[in-house]
């Protein structure tokens, strides 16, 4: 499987047209092509734009607008903490962009304050679908990431040694533990298909089934997307008990996972998340078995490209299988032939309805 970026058809290629760069020390915000007649806006959540996760894949997809259309200009602002949100949408709005991105459910409130108070500004959310008056400038961009979730978990039950594997979240949200329960459900649903007895650490799933609103198991989370040094102090912990392969779903937290299977030495090897991560964090690559990705670039790029074209339309885009919406993409560890078949006959089943991404569809190993 090619990455989510290549295989979405609003890609393109076409010269990214670059003006003067101008840098705000104490926003800490970046633009280009200033001279340009839309602007393109991204408030990040508190990883930052390099966290090698969902932030830089937002502004990726800003860049990617700017790469289609050479009107469009894109900036953004960098939230060290909650309190940043709310100030620097409104930052925003004051200078007048032609779209506002903000990325990251914990963006919610901040998001729907701004928007009810702002009804001629436009905004699209990332992971979330906020509550707002009745309107057409809110586009709410959701995945379906337990589809994604589960291809990872087939390909890490197939390619554990150890027989256990591990996953773990940033902050117990559904937006996160999405992810987990479909890995989950790969995971047994792999045993069960394959005979084999893989077991997972990290997230116990809810008896019902999960959705993009609820996914309330319980589990390993962080509390935070930045602390890495605690991912890696996770990571280690789940090695110690067996785990080989382990699934952060935390964003920059998941570099103390790599840094945790450095250490580890071989055979030990880490599943990323949002983005490819041998594009993203390209030197770590043979640590990657492979990436859950989640096709942030593509839909924030046509999010960009409709408001700055007059095409815009508010509502919920759904990321699916299907849809390119999400994605497992391999690393720099070899995956067998059968298994990438193994993989593709379970996304043939998903995306044709004959396959359940629910755990509790099939048994759990003890």
């Known amino acids: 499987m090619g990455s989510i970026r290549r295989l979405t058809t609003v890609l393109g290629a076409s010269a990214l047209v670059l003006g003067t760069l101008t840098v705000s020390v104490a926003a800490t915000s970046v633009s280009a092509s200033a001279a340009s007649k839309f602007k393109a806006c991204v408030v990040t959540d508190t ?62 409130a901040a998001t729907a304050a701004a928007a009810n108070a702002h009804p001629s500004q436009k905004f699209a959310i990332v992971d979330d679908a906020p509550k707002v008056k009745a309107g057409t400038h809110v586009d709410a961009l959701q995945y379906e990431t337990d589809q994604g979730g589960f291809l990872g978990g087939i390909l890490a039950a197939g390619a554990s040694k150890k027989g256990t594997v591990a996953t773990y979240g940033g902050q117990n949200f559904s937006a996160v533990t999405l992810y987990m329960n479909g890995f989950v459900g790969g995971v047994r649903y792999y045993d069960k298909t394959y005979g084999k007895k893989v077991k997972v650490l990290g997230w116990t799933p809810p008896k019902t089934a999960c959705s993009l609103a609820a996914c309330a198991g319980t589990g390993t989370f962080v509390g935070n997307f930045t602390d890495q040094t605690a991912g890696k102090s996770d990571t280690t912990t789940f090695f110690s008990e067996g785990a080989d392969i382990v699934f952060p779903v935390a964003g920059s937290v998941g570099l103390g996972s790599v840094a945790a299977a450095k250490l580890a030495g071989a055979g030990h090897s880490i599943m990323w998340v949002d983005s490819n991560g041998c594009v993203s964090d390209a030197a770590d690559c043979k640590y990657f078995i492979g990436t859950v990705a989640k096709g942030v670039e593509p839909s924030v790029e046509a999010a960009v490209l409709s408001a700055a074209q007059g095409t815009f339309k508010a509502g919920t885009y759904i990321g699916t299988l299907a849809n390119n919406g999400t994605a497992v993409e391999y690393g720099g560890i070899k995956v067998s032939a059968k298994l990438k078949s193994e993989i593709a006959k379970a996304k043939a089943g998903i995306i044709a309805g004959t396959i359940s991404v629910n755990p509790n569809s099939y048994p759990a190993v003890k």
């Open 47 to 108: 990883g930052g734009i390099n966290d090698k996760s969902f932030n830089a894949s937002a502004y990726a997809g800003l860049k990617d607008a700017a790469k289609k259309d050479s009107k469009i200009s894109y900036t953004y602002l960098s939230s060290t903490s909650s309190t940043d949100y709310a100030p620097n949408i409104a930052k925003f709005v004051t200078e007048g962009c032609g779209i506002i991105v903000t990325v990251g459910f914990l963006m919610d």
